[in-house]
């Protein structure tokens, strides 16, 4: 059993594949980050249109594959906050089989509070934390 409570869908491309017939590795990543950016519109904290506003940037990101990915397969990305800092927000993701639960690939992404006008990072709203928290039920 998982610990998230988002899940986006994700659509198997035929563009996705690469010569061994199953997702390129560089794929996941893409699926990580929708799935990343509708965890955060899900929550109110981004609304998809102002991207000077979104409000944060990628500083770190890596992903485990533990299971080839086939054309037509039915995946969805999970995403959870597991860790809140100053100006720092941990994510798990978890992209797996939607028919059996079966995890296909597990991720880690950093992000920092940021922003894109004057290109400075900043502490992470108080308002991001407290919808976060109670999105999550975490402390």
């Avoid at 035929?14 to 390129?24: G, I, K, P, S």
């Avoid at 990628?58 to 990915?69: E, F, G, H, M, N």
């Avoid at 920092?112 to 999105?135: C, G």
Wanted: net charge negative; glycine share 6%; proline share 3%.
């Amino acid at each position: 059993m998982h610990d998230f409570r988002f899940f986006h869908p994700v659509e198997v491309r035929y563009a996705d594949l690469d010569a061994q017939r199953h997702v390129n590795n560089a794929c996941y990543f893409t699926y990580m980050e929708q799935a990343r950016l509708k965890y955060i519109q899900q929550l109110g904290l981004w609304d998809g249109a102002n991207f000077d506003g979104i409000g944060v940037i990628l500083v770190d990101q890596s992903c485990t594959y533990k299971a080839p990915i086939a054309y037509g397969q039915h995946i969805h990305v999970g995403v959870r906050v597991t860790n809140l800092g100053n100006k720092s927000l941990e994510l798990a993701v978890s992209i797996r089989d939607r028919d059996t639960d079966q995890e296909m690939a597990a991720g880690r992404t950093v992000l920092v509070a940021y922003d894109y006008l004057s290109e400075k990072s900043h502490p992470i709203p108080d308002h991001w934390r407290e919808v976060i928290r109670a999105y999550e039920g975490t402390e």
